[in-house]
């Protein structure tokens, strides 16, 4: 089963098991259960256990990091995405087509990390361990690094063991489950409405 699959499932169950106690009358936090679910699959908790209210929103939202868990769940295949001069600049190259589905395979693999690919030492450096989860040589890698970097699509840092896409938050979009809920929520009156 997939991490992503296996992540809606328990989200499913925890909006499950929310909504029969807040219906029951309970007061409960979503994200607490949430937490709960995954840590019985044997997976790290995502949001923060302190939340005391799921309805209200956050004063100020927290700048992500590398080290954070997984916040997204999803990327925006824009319509101007091919617009970018960057990429254009890659498409131009003699394997532009193939650099440019790598640089793709790049930004999901960097939805694990809020943007950062970092190097986990399963090969001898992070092109190595690249051309593992792109399958493809380690020149080939390399070459897309290199000219990523260059043209201002990718950020390497910390001794070249991380590297950072640059656009990452104009693809990217956050399904937490206080999104969820207020979309649930939303759907719900909606639906009531047209019933009435």
């Not at 190097?119 to 080939?140: A, N, Q, V």
């Not at 979009?173 to 207020?182: N, P, S, V």
Request: net charge negative; with cysteine; glycine share 4%.
């Amino acid at each position: 089963m997939s991490v992503l699959y296996e992540d809606d499932v328990i989200h499913e169950q925890a909006l499950k098991e929310y909504n029969q106690k807040t219906q029951a009358g309970e007061n409960c936090n979503f994200t607490v259960i949430h937490n709960q679910k995954r840590k019985e699959k044997g997976l790290p908790p995502i949001y923060d256990d302190n939340v005391v209210d799921d309805t209200q929103e956050s004063p100020t939202e927290k700048e992500l990091t590398k080290d954070d868990k997984q916040a997204y769940f999803w990327w925006k295949f824009k319509h101007d995405f091919f617009d970018d001069i960057g990429i254009k600049r890659l498409s131009k190259l003699p394997k532009g087509d193939t650099f440019i589905l790598l640089y793709i395979k790049l930004i999901t693999l960097s939805l694990k990390c809020n943007g950062y690919i970092c190097y986990e030492g399963t090969g001898i450096d992070l092109i190595e361990e690249l051309s593992l989860h792109l399958d493809r040589d380690i020149e080939e890698c390399r070459e897309l690094i290199e000219k990523s970097e260059m043209y201002n699509l990718i950020t390497l840092t910390d001794n070249n063991e991380t590297i950072y896409i640059n656009s990452f938050n104009t693809y990217t979009g956050i399904d937490d489950a206080k999104t969820r809920m207020r979309n649930s929520r939303e759907r719900n009156k909606q639906q009531k409405s047209a019933l009435s």
